[in-house]
């Protein structure tokens, strides 16, 4: 086993990024100029980090795989974003936001790497704004804040139901000047397919051109992953349909070490899955849980009537019903965490009392609310919501109850990195959501925006310049390199492969197949033997996929299920991984829930004494066993608690 | 309540942008109206892959309607028959059984066919880099309430900030436009201090590079307004026509 | 001030300035026809010693008509425009975006006018104003009476009436697209200034209509 360093600097906790500033290296202007960054990936962290470097002076290449920087999933983001601010003067500060953080996070995420997001939490908001991002406002001009799950204080900057599309376009647009200004080169509608070392460090990556099907080669002094998480290993999750793990998982076949895959949150308030062309889940905002009541029927007998269209919901007497997260959780109600309130729902299902036409669902009831409230103030609160909850599933949410289901939604889960965002490859940096850093085991509402941005605005462009300062020596790299040479031909050779296998399966049926596998073996409620399942019928399916697997068309030439069954591949693999952690980590935390290991009252139970630490996995190749290095979590700011929604 | 329909598609298809496209018939039997549009499009390219045909290529992402990459002119609406919303959200309930819908690429000479339904809406970021952001640099930005804004103000400006950059707007213009997109990002920074002081340089360059990418002039039929998925207002082109002539008149 | 003729917007700026200019100048013929309805010798002393061949009539003239050259013009050099692009490829499918008829049929409403002006111009002006200003035979200083053996002729009031009819759709579309266009719009404004547009081309279109009318129907020179 490999010795982790994390490389957390000493000192204080509130000291400790203001010290690593104050002593790392940084590089001057005119050498800046000399070094090139490839940046892959323009979600919040992407783009934020493209755009910062490039104002610095560096030579930035950016990629994404879509037609435009802006259609990034960061996009979809409705909720808000966190910052240490305390304007509402309600007892906020940057140790509170930290804390709640950690402990949103089930204590599985470094203390170090937590207290520096919530420091720099507050100039995100100071940057956005001064970009000209609309954030509300109160009638006295100045900023509105939310309140949100996990937090005793208003702390939450928001954007009408569409923070992350703000975020993003003001990332975008101070990345549009970066282009404009000629510090970025942009690449679009391109997808990175490897990454090229050269004497072990990064030095550039094999993208597909995805409209001419043409493999490219991009050399730099540095390579940033941004690609996000890998949720659709799920098949079906609240993602874009094009997002993707790929990026990330040819880094861990490079060497990089991939933290904690297992963990994945799946979100509660999700418009539940209609039949089986169902192509993505629709996320609703979780704030719907502060007013809604959610239960199905008391008595196997209605929920069958009710799936079979027999009987309404609204035919039910108040007697008739369990709400069962209040009759579980007196104390909390409906407003237990994410976690808590998937797991319960699935509870439910799986003990058929499910409802909707697949069974795969739970009422959502504003009933009780707009008699308490009035349907106006209902209206003016969730009215987008049910506007668009009715569009979807052509039901009145004021005259019956909304119907809602988890799926997955982020993943903690990513690449390895220590405190400077580098992954244990030297000059190979991942940043977002596809790294693993800051949200332990579970991530907290209007969180991820906030990370994202910290480390593209303000963490990354600090941190690279350390390993940057050693390379002003290293001239430009060309890309007739034999490491170039290997890498394109590893890619062509694997393409040439997916397309001779000349199978009768489409690669959205293999995908399917692995979503099912995913979701019932390594889904909410994982046990030894449920992910013993899976690894079995993952090896399976990873046969299938090679023997069975069609794409039409040509490798040359622009071919969407060509890109689609590399992604696949890659999920497949991925999968497995996260079966072996899952079966590593004989505990429940977070969006980990092992069925061995809950308390009597069938809550999650953490075991500090055994598990508390990173797995980070490193490959050893084709068909053998990754090794497990372990990358101890030392607390020593914060005292653990076991966490407690009933009193 | 949903049921099950049979279709009739009238697809264009049309392998780059240089060979001749034409239109390619197809039915589907048994498409529940549950079904998102895109979903439906699923199951046709599920069925060409199995008979072993190319799929129809056609852009998509979050498919909850707010990446703007779907497009698709469908039965002589962009995003279809269905009001505020763009086409992954747009439902199968909306058609009937017997129906044939035609699907069409945006057309416009701004955005060139890449392949089948693909279109290259480059033009766009290319129009928001000639000045479409507030010229800060990261770090060194005054506290974030620093400067009150008027709540009116900042609602406008997040009135015209939702616009998804889909480009119906163009799709849906005789004149193939692209007012609307440039309008509401001028307007949006056009009516916050942060976005003052450069509001000159910017309605002008943008403009200057809206008309040089070949979009057409606007002649208010206002098309784009009613097709737009998000409600971007038409008058946040009187506002680029006041901000672009207060710009070239007053100074 | 090339961006008069570059810019997009300076072109439509140019159309619509030209274009309310025409609107003051109908407003303003429009009045003048109406005396035709009071008495014939009160129209026949302004056409005459008011605005006669007196050099501010004869600038107005060119004034007058440099705007309707600048609006025609215009109107061709941008809708050529448009035209490209829109592309070489158009759809299949007729659009069903409900807007207003009269907005998207600008340049056809405004040729059909054109044309009509031709007429109008060689039956009306040139016989009044331009034969006597080029000392041109057969002048007619009695501007009422021609009035009267012009609309005494069935087709020719038939034509006017359908001229006056598509240049209320032009008008209706034109007043506030210009005022938008000058970027005097906004929400509240829209609808107010989409009403007095259509007060406005409604007066204009009654206003000339209804001389023609009277005047072919005797209802005219009330007042002897």
């Not at chain 1, 080169?185 to 043409?214: N, P």
């Not at chain 2, 103000?153 to 015209?160: E, T």
Request: hydrophobic fraction near 40%; aromatic fraction near 10%.
């Amino acid at each position: 086993m490999n010795k982790i360093n994390s490389k957390i600097p000493a000192g204080p906790l509130e000291n400790k990024w203001s010290n690593y500033k104050d002593h790392q290296k940084l590089v001057n202007p005119a050498n800046k100029r000399r070094l090139d960054i490839i940046v892959v990936g323009t979600g919040l962290a992407g783009a934020s980090a493209a755009a910062s470097l490039g104002e610095m002076g560096f030579n930035v290449l950016n990629f994404c795989i879509q037609d435009s920087p802006r259609r990034a999933h960061s996009i979809a983001a409705q909720g808000g974003i966190n910052a240490a601010k305390n304007y509402q003067n309600d007892g906020d500060s940057v140790y509170r936001l930290f804390y709640d953080t950690i402990k949103g996070g089930d204590y599985r995420a470094r203390e170090a790497n937590v207290y520096r997001l919530a420091e720099v939490s507050n100039s995100i908001i100071d940057q956005c704004v001064a970009q000209g991002v609309p954030f509300a406002r109160e009638y006295g001009g100045l900023l509105d804040n939310r309140s949100f799950g996990g937090a005793q204080v208003s702390r939450t900057f928001y954007a009408r139901g569409q923070t992350g599309q703000q975020l993003l376009l003001g990332a975008y647009s101070a990345l549009m000047r970066a282009v404009h200004n000629k510090h970025v080169t942009l690449y679009t509608r391109h997808e990175m397919l490897d990454l090229v070392m050269i004497d072990g460090r990064a030095r550039g990556i094999i993208a597909r051109d995805l409209v001419t099907g043409k493999l490219e080669r991009f050399s730099a002094h540095a390579v940033v992953i941004a690609t996000g998480g890998y949720g659709n290993t799920f098949f079906l999750s609240t993602n874009a349909m094009t997002s993707n793990g790929s990026a990330a998982w040819q880094c861990y076949r490079k060497g990089a070490y991939f933290a904690n895959p297992c963990m994945a949150q799946i979100h509660p308030t999700c418009i539940p899955v209609h039949g089986e062309f169902q192509s993505k889940l629709t996320l609703m905002s979780e704030s719907l849980r502060n007013d809604g009541r959610i239960w199905v029927p008391k008595k196997l007998e209605d929920a069958k009537a009710i799936r079979e269209g027999k009987l309404k919901p609204t035919q039910l007497k108040e007697e008739e019903r369990d709400y069962y997260l209040e009759r579980r959780y007196p104390a909390f109600g409906n407003l237990v965490p994410r976690d808590v309130a998937s797991r319960a729902a699935k509870e439910r299902c799986d003990a058929g009392y499910g409802v909707g036409t697949t069974g795969l669902a739970v009422y959502l009831d504003f009933k009780e609310a707009i008699e308490r409230l009035g349907r106006d103030v209902v209206e003016d609160k969730y009215g987008n919501l049910f506007q668009m909850y009715e569009k979807i599933v052509d039901e009145n949410p004021y005259e019956t109850p909304m119907m809602i289901f988890p799926a997955t939604h982020y993943t903690m889960g990513g690449i390895w990195v220590d405190y400077e965002l580098m992954t244990n490859i030297p000059g190979l940096f991942a940043i977002g959501e596809a790294n693993f850093s800051d949200h332990g085991a579970n991530r907290l509402g209007a969180s991820a925006l906030m990370q994202g941005l910290a480390d593209g605005y303000f963490v990354l462009p600090y941190t690279i310049q350390n390993y940057l300062a050693d390379q002003i020596q290293v001239p430009r790299f060309k890309t007739d390199h034999p490491e170039f040479d290997a890498a394109e031909k590893g890619i062509k050779d694997r393409i040439n492969k997916l397309m001779n296998i000349k199978g009768t399966h489409s690669v959205d049926h293999i995908h399917k197949e692995l979503g099912h596998i995913m979701w019932e073996y390594v889904g909410m409620g994982r046990s030894k033997e449920s992910l013993e399942t899976a690894i079995e019928k993952l090896k399976q399916l990873k046969k299938d996929f090679l023997t069975n697997l069609r794409i039409p068309g040509n490798k040359e030439d622009m071919n969407v299920e060509l890109e689609k069954a590399l992604r696949l591949q890659d999920f497949i693999e991925i999968g497995e991984l996260m079966a072996h952690d899952a079966l590593d980590r004989e505990e429940s935390c977070g969006g980990h829930f092992r069925i061995e290991h809950q308390t009597p009252e069938g809550e999650a139970l953490r075991d500090d004494e055994n598990f508390s630490y990173v797995s980070c996995w490193e490959y050893q190749g084709e068909d053998k066993a990754p090794v497990m290095n372990k990358e101890p979590l030392e607390y020593e700011f914060v005292v653990r608690q076991q966490r407690n929604y009933k009193s | 309540m949903d049921k099950n329909i049979n279709i009739k598609l009238r697809i264009w298809r049309q392998r780059s942008p240089k060979e001749k496209g034409h239109f390619e018939n197809y039915e589907l039997q048994n498409i529940s109206q549950g079904s998102s549009f895109l979903e439906m499009m699923d199951i046709l390219n599920e069925k060409l892959v199995n008979e072993g045909k190319e799929p129809v290529v056609f852009d998509h992402d979050c498919r909850e309607g707010i990446c703007g990459m779907c497009s698709l002119y469908i039965n002589g609406h962009p995003h279809g028959p269905d009001e505020d919303v763009t086409t992954c959200q747009l439902h199968m309930r909306k058609f009937d059984d017997g129906d044939t819908i035609t699907v069409e690429p945006w057309r416009s000479a701004a955005f060139p066919i890449i392949r089948d339904l693909m279109v290259d809406r480059t033009a766009f970021d290319k129009i928001i880099q000639a000045g479409g952001y507030v010229s800060v640099n990261t770090g060194g930005t005054p506290d974030a309430n620093a400067i009150p804004i008027p709540k009116k103000n900042a609602d406008a400006a997040m009135d015209a900030a939702a616009c998804i950059g889909c480009g119906a707007c163009v799709a849906a213009c005789k004149n193939g436009s692209a007012m609307l997109f440039v309008s509401a990002k001028v307007t949006q920074f056009a009516q916050l201090p942060q976005g003052k002081p450069e509001a000159a340089r910017r309605a002008k360059s943008m403009v200057a590079k809206m008309d040089e990418l070949g979009f057409g002039n606007c002649t208010n039929t206002g098309a784009c307004e009613v097709e737009c998925p998000k409600n971007i207002s038409i008058t946040n082109i009187a506002r680029l026509n006041h901000e672009f002539l207060k710009a070239k008149i007053g100074s | 001030m090339s961006w008069l003729i570059k810019s997009s917007i300076g072109r439509k700026f140019v159309q619509s300035i030209s274009g309310l200019f025409m609107i003051l100048f109908l407003l303003f013929h429009m009045s003048m026809n109406l005396v035709l309805i009071f008495n014939y010798e009160t129209y026949d002393f302004i056409a005459n010693e008011i605005l006669g061949a007196n050099w501010w009539a004869i600038v107005g003239t060119g004034v007058i008509a440099l705007g309707f050259v600048v609006h025609i013009i215009y109107a061709i050099y941008l809708t050529l425009q448009n035209k490209k692009a829109r592309g070489v490829n158009r759809y299949a499918s007729s659009s069903k975006t409900p807007v207003a008829w009269s907005s998207k049929n600008m340049f056809v409403l405004g040729l059909f006018i054109l044309i009509f002006l031709f007429l109008h111009l060689y039956q009306f002006w040139y016989q009044m104003q331009f034969k006597e200003l080029f000392h041109i035979e057969g002048a007619r200083p009695d501007g009422a009476q021609l009035v009267v053996e012009m609309f005494s002729q069935v087709w020719v009031v038939i034509l006017y009436v359908f001229a006056f009819v598509a240049l209320w759709f032009h008008l209706t579309h034109g007043f506030w697209s210009a005022i938008h266009t000058v970027g005097w719009n906004n929400t509240v404004w829209m609808k107010r200034i989409k009403v007095v547009g259509n007060i406005i081309s409604t007066l204009i279109c009654l206003g000339f209509v209804v001389v023609a009318l009277a005047v072919h129907f005797g209802f005219s020179n009330i007042l002897g």
